[in-house]
């Protein structure tokens, strides 16, 4: 069952994307920075947890999870170190996102062929 809310939860951030981009002027870039918007909202209100703990992967996938772990890692941050603690929480809990997406970023740009 865990399969299935994973996949509803997804497809609904999903649907929602297209949604707001078919019938606005946003972006992508624009859409993908309001989600992480987002994620840090519902994760500084409280949701987002029971968002993860309902859906699994199906919320720990989409973007809206970056916004999770920045408000999860400042806060812990914050709590242990004060302010420095507060950067060091962020680069702590989100290294491996961003680590991930540098390399893939690197892998693409030499893999595909820019447009002329």
Excluded: W
């Excluded at 999870?65 to 702590?92: Q, S």
């Amino acid at each position: 069952m865990i399969y299935l809310y994973a996949f509803l939860v997804s497809g609904a951030f999903a649907l929602i994307a297209q949604i707001i981009y078919d019938r606005s002027k946003l972006t992508p870039g624009h859409i993908t920075s309001m989600f992480v918007v987002f994620g840090a909202i519902l994760s500084a209100c409280g949701v987002y947890q029971y968002l993860l703990d309902f859906a699994g992967g199906g919320a720990s996938v989409p973007i809206t999870n970056f916004g999770n772990l920045l408000v999860e890692g400042g806060l812990e941050g914050l709590k242990e170190g004060g302010l420095l603690g507060m950067l060091l929480g962020l680069l702590t809990k989100c290294s491996a996102t961003l680590g991930f997406t540098i390399f893939i970023a690197t892998f693409a740009s030499i893999v595909a062929k820019p447009r002329q």
